[in-house]
């Protein structure tokens, strides 16, 4: 009769399986408080502990490398997955300073990747808590624990979740049929991760550029979401003085707006006819008494617990600019979904009334 022995590397793993899972949830919110204090965004991080069969695998199939758990770097595991590919070396320098590195184990298999290998592969870090850490008292029942941490951007993640969906993780088993598109579509998407790192650093650099553009020459700057948080965040804007105003008569606090709120803002103006930060401006000079007056009957009576966000000026702008064609302003008020459906025309009857 043949009896099969467990491996006693399986039995040490299932008395300290446990302990890994607390050990994987710990470094995943160390290493999130870490990138939010470095101001780093990222896309997920996932952890996660082998689980036994998988483990037991590994085992059988290492011909006796492995004497303990103790030799297998990967029981716990954590991604990192970046929106871009230049953060993957950002998020790495952090990790290096934050932890202590198994140099031996740990790889970056994006400069071991072959030319001509189809797709990404990320950079791999095994790693323990360092000697400062390990020294509290919430962090020393971890100590000697290992995570192997790969970081790669969300093109690399796609590729590789694909390439395993597909099954053909080794170049050697590519049907020719496909092996040609395999390597071009790797290409592309190379590219695209390049690209994408350049459309933000362009972005970056026409935001801190287009600031001194919109103060010397306002007639030349198209609106979009940068050049209108720019104009937000001017000091002495006219956007802010009738903002202020509409706050003051009303006593709802004013609020920064959020991005969404900027870019209904720039789906507003462009529908309004204004493309250029100097029209927006000549707009708020001329029709500025109108949009506060107007803003004093409009919210009578006053709600209690209401705040505006800013730029609630160009919302009144629009009443006040589309007052004079009922036609357009329903169609407005149609588009932007403002009020209920079956009151709409009872709203814009009244926002003309009170523009006249």
Known sequence: MEVTVRNPILDEYKASKELHEEFCKKVNGLITDILKQNDLRYHSIESRVKQESSLELKVNKSDGKYSNLSDITDVSGLRIITYFSEDVDKIASIIQSEFE???????????????????????????????????????????DLKVEIQIRSILQHAWAEIEHDLGYKNKLSIPNVVRRDFSRLAGLLEIADEEFVKIRKTLEEYNISIKEVIKATPANVLIDKVTLRQLLDEKDSIIKHVDLEISKISQFPLHSSDEDGIESNVKRLKFLGLNSIEEVINSLHEYQEKIILFANEWLKPREKDLYFEAGISLFYLAYVMLSTSPEKLNEYINIFGIGDKDDRETLSERIIQLCE
Do not use: M
């Open 101 to 143: 590195v198994d140099e031996e184990n740990s790889v970056d298999k994006r400069i071991k990747l072959d030319p001509d290998r189809f797709g990404y592969l990320s950079l791999h870090y095994v790693v323990k808590l360092n000697s400062t850490r390990v020294g509290l008292s919430e962090y020393i029942r971890f100590k």
